[in-house]
């Protein structure tokens, strides 16, 4: 829906509001907000909340800074309290924006429109607006903590790289799940038999016998002593579960298409399971955080050989 700025005479600026507070709601949107403005002065004006004036800007440096021009048409900085919507990530720009000229930000949850009422940016603004204005200047209290207004600090330095690293971690943790839940998948059809014997096909020892041998008919013809090099010096798998597994191999009932099989011996090849560990540092504290990764000696990576991120170290 596109965003209109309200005309100047419906916006009815009016002179500064003397040791009056302004709540203003911003209703957000990628390229473009929506102020909504309220004050004890301006409701007594125009009555209701929704008739009361609004604003459209651009999410932009110049956007914000008519948005501020405007806001001192009525009061001075000291006297104003900003609502935001927390949707997502376009809120943001224009909260340090707000901070960084020390005015009070307040932020709250989505809320979700009664039915039967249109999506209207203007009135989405004005709502916030009035919530702002009836927690803050009434005192009325809200039973649903979805519907509170908080008060949002300036984030310090550390509070703002920590932020950083535990979204990245956080997507890093989603991404290493679908790897694993693909990997998963892959043992499933060619080689169901594998985790008789190796409960978890994900974990690196597993890992490096299934890139070496990505099909059973490959882990079935090796020598037994490629088996033990694709094992590393890790005690957890035995020669004789080795054998074993060579011998489930021979027998597996997983699918055998060629076609299919040569697409996942392409995923498989090159890769190489290491692990290292990754310390990130926070100030004087250090937090280690063990990784698996793999790489590949050709130029395409294999799709589940980017960095995963685990909490703990894992072994067979």
Do not use: W
Not at 45 to 69: K, T, W, Y
Not at 184 to 194: G, N, R, S, V, Y
Not at 222 to 229: G, I, P, S, V
Not at 248 to 268: E, N
Request: net charge positive; glycine share 6%; charged share 20%.
């Amino acid at each position: 829906m596109s965003r209109k700025t309200s005309s100047p005479d419906s916006l009815g600026t009016v002179p500064l509001l003397a040791q009056k507070t302004l709540y203003v709601g911003v209703d957000i949107g990628k390229r473009t907000h929506v102020a909504g403005f309220l004050s004890t002065t301006l409701l007594a004006r125009h009555q209701r909340f929704e008739h009361c004036p609004a604003f459209s800007f651009e999410n932009s440096r110049e956007g914000f800074r008519s948005l501020i021009d405007r806001i001192e048409t009525y009061v001075p900085l000291l006297q104003v309290q900003v609502l935001l919507e927390v949707t997502g990530h376009y809120h943001r720009t224009l909260m340090q924006y707000l901070q960084e000229l020390d005015i009070s930000v307040y932020i709250i949850h989505v809320q979700k429109r009664r039915e039967g009422l249109l999506k209207s940016d203007k009135r989405d603004a004005l709502g916030l607006a009035n919530q702002l204005y009836n927690q803050l200047e009434k005192g009325i209290q809200v039973d649903d903590p979805l519907q509170a207004v908080r008060r949002l600090a300036p984030p310090t330095e550390a509070a703002a790289q920590l932020r950083g690293m535990v979204q990245h971690h956080a997507e890093l943790v989603v991404e290493s799940t679908q790897r694993k839940n693909k990997l998963t998948a892959i043992c499933d059809e060619l080689f169901p038999e594998f985790t008789r014997l190796l409960l978890n096909p994900n974990l690196p020892t597993a890992l490096a016998l299934r890139s070496r041998f990505p099909t059973p008919a490959l882990l079935s013809q090796a020598r037994f002593a490629e088996l033990r090099e694709a094992r590393g010096k890790t005690c957890s798998v035995s020669d004789a579960k080795l054998r074993a597994l060579q011998h489930l191999a021979a027998q597996s009932i997983g699918i055998k298409d060629p076609a299919h099989s040569y697409i996942v011996s392409l995923a498989f090849n090159g890769y190489h399971v290491t692990t290292h560990t990754t310390v990130y540092t926070y100030g004087e504290q250090s937090s280690s955080i063990t990784s698996t990764s793999g790489s590949s000696s050709g130029a395409t990576i294999a799709p589940y050989s980017l960095t995963t991120i685990v909490l703990h170290s894992n072994r067979d």
